[in-house]
């Protein structure tokens, strides 16, 4: 059975990002939130966001909140931020995978990839 997992990077700070709030989105006719969590102190969500049964193949997005990390973290940002929310969209075509989507933040920038 497969599963999502992900983690933030504070790439500014070199350190984890602990507290981003983290949704899940199945996109369709109408965009369906499938869970929220909170990185820990690691930077890594406790508990896959999706797994078994209700993980299926489709198209997916996170939102990562990542302005409210960043000004809770005491970084000054402009007035509106650069970045707030983070959305990541992308592809499961094969739901029996597992699938890992990082997300390496700053506050003017962001990068992420599929880890294992």
Excluded: C, W
């Amino acid at each position: 059975m497969g599963r999502l997992t992900t983690h933030v990077l504070d790439t500014a700070s070199g350190k984890p990002a602990a507290g981003v709030k983290v949704e899940l989105y199945r996109i369709g006719q109408r965009d369906e939130r499938l869970t929220e969590a909170k990185t820990n102190a690691d930077g890594r969500v406790d508990r896959p966001l999706i797994e078994g049964d209700a993980f299926v193949a489709g198209v997916y997005e996170l939102r990562f909140h990542a302005g409210d990390y960043l000004r809770g973290a005491g970084t000054a940002l402009p007035d509106p931020a650069f970045l707030d929310v983070v959305p990541i969209r992308f592809g499961i075509a094969t739901a029996g995978d597992n699938y890992h989507v990082p997300l390496l933040l700053s506050p003017y920038g962001y990068s992420t990839y599929r880890g294992s």
